[in-house]
């Protein structure tokens, strides 16, 4: 049983041993499925769908929409999400996903601040010096 460990499904919370997934396989299958459902309403209706439509239409439940929102699997480019999606850092509505434009931007340019920081001033201390080397090191205790 090494690699597995036990989790709470985050859509029926049920416990399921889990290589890495937060979604049961049974939870997994049934949102593949409703996805199918999505997307083939979507392409059949090409036009200026809204979430209200695809609720309505694909009967899949509106907890699986978001979750697909969140994912990125939908987008405001395949549907009008109007003010549907919240970015989860300051509110405003996106084009799906997690954070709107500003906050992505945001983000990115933190990410690549830090990221350049790190890369200019390594930290000193004997474990980071250890462990980038390539030869043994043993530690004696005095």
């Known amino acids: 049983m090494s690699g597995y460990t036990v989790k709470t499904c985050e859509y029926c919370g049920r416990l399921f041993q889990s290589i890495g997934t937060d979604i ?8 593949d499925r409703d996805f199918v459902k999505v997307r083939e309403y979507i392409y059949e209706n090409p036009e ?6 695809i609720l309505e239409n694909t009967e899949v439940p509106e907890k699986v929409i978001r979750l ?6 939908i987008s405001s480019r395949t549907v009008s999400l109007g003010d549907y999606v919240k970015c989860e850092a300051c509110g405003a509505p996106t084009d799906g996903g997690r954070l709107c434009r500003k906050c992505a931007a945001a983000f990115s340019a933190e990410a690549a601040k830090l990221s350049s920081q790190v890369k ?8 980071r010096r250890a462990w980038n080397s390539r030869s043994m090191h043993t530690y004696q205790k005095d």
């Open 24 to 31: 049961c396989s049974a939870c997994s299958e049934k949102l």
């Open 48 to 53: 200026n769908v809204s979430i209200a439509d």
């Open 120 to 127: 200019e001033n390594p930290k000193e201390d004997p474990a």
């Open 68 to 73: 697909f929102l969140k994912e990125g699997r």
